[in-house]
RNA sequence: GCGGGUGUGGCGGAAUUGGCAGACGCGCCAGAUUUAGGAUCUGGUGUCCAUUGGACGUGAAGGUUCGAGUCCUUUCACCCGCACCA
């Protein structure tokens, strides 16, 4: 009994948590709320990792600082259980994916529980229940029935969509076609990710350098109609509402990019019979700039207008609809195969590789507006289909890849910004053989020559419009989302599409009614991909496929949304879980939105995150949510590495080669300077020592070794399992060595002797208290009802002082650092007042609850130490009766003295001048200058 | 290439507004004690020279300042994103 054994404590105060329900909230907060939230895991068949409890006991020793100090807080978990592995796994064994997920799930809360969280499992939720993911299909219900008012920058009912009188007249038919083209979930035959080896449809940012993100399989693109969510109507918004956000710059940074803002303007370069160009004209300067650039205009988006006059070519992208139009039957051929060649390059090969850029002349002519030039059209594809219009005026003289491009083909390179009069190399510039992309003055551009380049953008931009060729525009990265996958595991869509009587699709639509969600997964006989673009959902009896409402006959839709979708909502189901009237009952929707703190990995930071928002956006639009903004304040925790590992390199003799003479060759294989490959060996720490910046082999110094942590990784078999550190260190030590490895966000290292460190600390904590001498149980005779002393009771307030404020700013590393010099100060002494032990204890209970309410108890206390006040320091206690301040001659410290803690500037100069070593020191100089700084320092300067 | 971040002992990391660099922990060294455990307790531990003492020291170089890990300029290394977005 008197030995710390955690093994034994631990799962009794879990139990005792449970059955007493601590941890449960109420429906509304009473008092100041405090929504504290972690990213809920996929529960992955390898339980958790190391990772997860960081995050975790972070927001756990947040929400329990918090329940101390009387706020009333809100702390779930959940799974976001839908999603490919556990697929994969059914296609393998036959086993239905949902057996896989549960069993999942059991192991994740086993271990959740072990590590003590004070989640409210009551609340908890998981993507995959049909409570849950019927609320799923409701939102997505939400979604359709939502088209975007850009007037007003607002997402309203379908109803609310004004018909334009040319369609109404058309009929009901067209009327339903229009709406179904400005609701925010639409379908269209876009150009996917096609992945044949997962059988799926993938999300460009599931796409990493023309993979799939998971399992690296190659991505084809492909045409295929699909559900899309017009994220993009909302990237204003989306953009926008960062600035109020108290999230890190780095994710507010990652999503301006990924939403990829840029201003510019958008111009018509006519493509017409020289003819008619001049009744173009003034047809133009009459209408102004039109939606549709039309038959005769080829219209280009440019952030740099200013560089018009420097346009000498102009660029299709091979998807480009005016293609046909441009190719001249001399280049028909050569164009059409150039266009089937990119057609079938993945991405992957078309951005791959040196990337010389390749391309075909169509054999037309443009003119450029604003000198009448005629330019000839290239079709590349180093042009993309997908952003602005698809097309480019190029200006090789001022841009990079029209200046290779222009090279590649011996095209006209003009120049028309005259770089600042000290740039380098403005000789090579203004004779067009350098590329010059940054700003300068105006030459070779008319009347708009001798003019700043902020300027030339404006007037261009203004005279363009004046003339309808140009106008301002805006334009985004951001694309719209690609929301369907061909896949079984996931929420069926909520839409039924009409069949006539020979079983064909009509093309009209239909929501399943709000009362008959959800709509369920079909019991499937196998789960596996047919390898074409057709989800197994198709394979389903007829009785689950067809529906017939209102006389009408229906085929439902067979694909599913992505494992996103049930993550873009969970937070706010968390604060109803239960309900099964709405997704959420807007009182307490009010009473505990926005969530406070949300931590978890930086990895999500542009998908999950920037989907939620827009979803979440899309709900307050439309009244069912309260804030404009779902997550007021972000952390993301850092990566944990593995332990350190030390790597030599050998050749294949085994003769060892210096790191620094170890090269690669082009296939990315470790060689020597001469060409031998070279293989790697990890070494043990004590074979080698440190040398100057590095490591080097302790037997032969000349041989540098690399010393570096890697990712945890099942290959590189470094994965540390929290489990076996729960079984010999205990879930208390767990805990605290990860808040005490550095500070939260940063990525750092694993090492298992400093959790043997904080478990000696625990143990440390334990003999303060406990006396581990005896066989029997007693306290340690240290203990005392005596009030502290004076040094006692400063070391106590200082603790509470500094856990307090480092736990309040989630510093708690140092937080921590500091209650393990309480207990050596303590541990040291001879008496140890119990007044001193109890506030201890409430500061150390949110980092290692389990000991802290085994303690509590044996001070004789009878309930939770979670149900106690967080102690509050008093600064009179913290004033010492002395204090040390250095004394610097020439800034240099050369001695120190004791003063008052309040003592004035004067008084300290004068004890500072009047101690003897500084006599000394300053014997035969001249004082030029004395800064004191009172509690600080005093420097005095001489000669 | 572009963007962001980080560089402090053998290692993880501390250091209000610029004010004693290295808190706390690991590791290592020495001692005590012991029921000989990978226990506990005490002391030491940046580098170099040395007898007291001194000099140097926060990736490198320079600058501002009485005083710089912290501010400025230049530069190097590593990590993480993005990557033909006109």
Redesign the pocket.
């Known amino acids: 009994m008197p030995r710390y054994n955690p093994s034994e404590i631990e799962p009794r105060w879990q139990a005792y948590w449970e059955e007493n329900r601590t941890f449960a909230t109420p429906a509304l907060p009473t008092g100041k709320k405090r929504y504290v939230l972690d990213m809920f895991p996929y529960p992955s068949g390898d339980g958790l990792h190391v990772g997860h409890p960081e995050g975790y006991t972070a927001t756990d020793i947040v929400s329990r600082f918090a329940r101390l100090r009387g706020e009333c807080v809100l702390h779930p978990m959940g799974f976001d259980a839908f999603g490919l592995p556990a697929e994969e796994h059914a296609i393998k064994t036959g086993e239905h994916p949902r057996i896989q997920t549960q069993s999942n799930i059991d192991n994740f809360t086993r271990q959740l529980k072990m590590l003590g969280f004070s989640y409210d499992w009551d609340r908890m939720v998981s993507t995959t229940d049909e409570d849950y993911f019927r609320w799923t299909q409701w939102i997505f219900l939400v979604l359709y029935d939502t088209w975007f008012d850009s007037e007003t920058q607002r997402g309203r009912a379908i109803s609310e969509l004004p018909i334009p009188a040319e369609i109404a007249s058309a009929g009901e038919a067209a009327v339903e076609q229009y709406r179904d083209a400005n609701r925010l979930a639409y379908q269209d035959d876009a150009l996917v990710n096609w992945c044949p080896a997962l059988g799926t449809v993938l999300a460009?940012?599931e796409v990493?350098?023309g993979k799939s993100e998971r399992g690296g399989h190659p991505v084809k693109r492909i045409p295929l109609r699909q559900w899309m969510l017009r994220i993009t109507s909302y990237s204003e918004r989306l953009l926008e509402g960062l600035d109020e956000l108290n999230w890190p710059?780095?994710i507010k940074?990652?999503q301006q990019?990924?939403i990829?803002r840029?201003t510019?303007a958008e111009v018509d370069f006519y493509i017409g019979e020289a003819a008619r160009m001049d009744d173009w004209k003034a047809a133009r300067g009459k209408s102004g700039f039109p939606q549709e650039a039309g038959e005769d205009a080829l219209r280009?988006?440019?952030?740099?207008p200013d560089t018009l006059f420097g346009a000498t070519y102009m660029v299709v992208?091979p998807e480009h609809s005016m293609i046909e139009r441009l190719v001249t039957s001399e280049q028909s051929d050569a164009v059409q195969q150039y266009c089937e060649q990119a057609s079938f390059k993945s991405?992957r090969e078309?951005?791959e590789g040196d990337?010389a850029?390749?391309g075909v002349f169509t054999g037309s002519h443009a003119v450029n507006p604003v000198n009448g030039k005629l330019i000839p059209v290239w079709v590349a594809?180093?042009?993309?289909?997908?952003?602005?219009?698809?097309?480019?005026?190029?200006?090789p003289a001022h841009?990079?890849?029209?200046f290779?491009f222009a090279k590649q083909y011996d095209l006209d390179i003009v120049p028309v910004v005259d770089p600042p009069g000290d740039h380098p190399q403005r000789t090579e510039i203004l004779a067009g053989d350098v590329c010059f992309v940054a700003q300068g003055t105006a030459i070779n551009s008319g009347e708009f020559d001798g003019n700043q380049t902020d300027q030339v953008k404006a007037s261009v931009t203004a005279s363009l419009a004046e003339q309808g060729q140009g106008n301002h525009a805006v334009?985004y990265?951001l694309r719209d989302w690609l929301f369907s996958r061909q896949r079984f595991w996931g929420e069926p869509f909520p839409i039924l599409h009409e069949v006539d009587d020979s079983g064909e699709l009509t093309g009209q639509k239909r929501a399943v009614a709000v009362e008959d969600l959800p709509v369920r997964l079909p019991e499937l006989e196998d789960f596996k991909p047919h390898g074409r673009p057709e989800p197994p959902l198709a394979k389903a009896d007829d009785d689950w496929l067809y529906v017939t409402v209102d006389g009408k006959r229906y085929r439902r839709e067979t694909n599913t949304m992505p494992q996103w979708a049930g993550s873009c909502w969970y937070y706010l189901r968390y604060i109803d879980p239960k309900n099964s009237e709405a997704m959420i009952d807007p009182e307490k929707e009010k009473a505990w939105m926005p969530v406070d703190l949300y931590v978890g990995g930086?990895?999500h930071?542009?998908l999950h995150l920037l989907y939620s928002r827009f979803w979440h956006k899309v709900l307050f639009d439309r009244g069912h949510v309260s804030t404009a903004e779902p997550f007021n304040a972000l952390i993301n925790q850092g990566?944990i590495l593995g332990e350190?590992e030390f790597t030599g390199y050998v050749t294949d003799d085994n003769s060892p080669v210096s790191a620094a003479d170890v090269r690669r060759d082009a296939d990315g294989n470790l060689t020597t300077a001469t060409g031998q490959t070279i293989s790697t060996v990890v070494l043990t720490d004590d074979a080698v020592e440190?040398k100057g910046?590095g490591f080097v082999l302790q037997n032969a110094p000349q041989i540098r070794v690399d010393?570096?942590?890697h990712?945890m990784s099942k290959s590189r078999g470094n994965v540390v399992n929290p489990d076996v550190v729960v079984r010999e260190y205990g879930a208390d030590a767990l805990r605290l060595y990860e808040m005490?490895?550095?500070?939260l966000e940063?990525?750092?290292?694993w090492?298992?002797?400093?959790v043997?460190?904080?478990r000696?600390?625990l143990?440390?904590v334990w003999?303060m208290i406990v006396d581990a001498?005896s066989d029997e149980f007693q306290l340690n005779a240290a203990l005392t009802d005596q009030p502290c002393d004076e040094d006692q009771n400063r070391m106590l307030h200082r603790t509470i002082k500094k856990v307090t404020e480092?736990t309040d700013s989630m510093?708690f590393?140092?937080a921590?650092?500091?209650m393990?010099?309480f207990?050596?100060f303590f541990?040291?002494c001879e008496s140890r007042p119990t007044a001193a032990m109890k506030p201890f204890l409430i500061l150390l209970s949110p980092y290692a609850p389990h000991l802290c309410e085994e303690l509590w108890s044996y001070l004789g206390e009878s309930d939770s130490i979670a149900a106690q006040t967080w102690p509050s320091w008093e600064e009179s206690a913290l004033v010492e009766s002395s204090?040390?301040?250095?004394i610097?001659i020439?800034?240099?410290?050369?001695t120190?003295i004791q003063v008052a803690p309040d003592a004035s500037k004067e008084t300290i100069a004068e004890t500072a001048l009047a101690d003897d070593k500084v006599k000394s020191l300053l014997e035969g100089k001249t004082i030029i200058?004395q800064?004191v700084?009172p509690g600080?320092?005093v420097?005095l300067?001489v000669k």
């Open positions: 460009n940012e990493q350098d710059v780095g940074k990652l990019d990924w990829g840029s510019g280009v988006y440019t952030t740099r992208s991405d078309r951005t990337r850029k390749t594809d180093y042009v993309l289909a997908g952003y602005g219009t698809g097309a480019i005026m190029a200006v841009d990079d890849r029209d290779e334009n990265k930086a990895e930071a542009v990566m350190v440190k910046e010393s570096r942590a990712k005490f490895m550095g500070p940063a990525t750092k290292p090492a298992m002797t400093g043997g460190g904080v000696n600390f143990d440390r003999r001498k480092d510093s590393n140092t921590i650092a500091r393990m010099e207990t050596n541990t040291r204090i040390e301040v250095p610097q020439n800034g240099k410290v050369k120190k200058k800064i700084v600080r320092l420097n300067v």
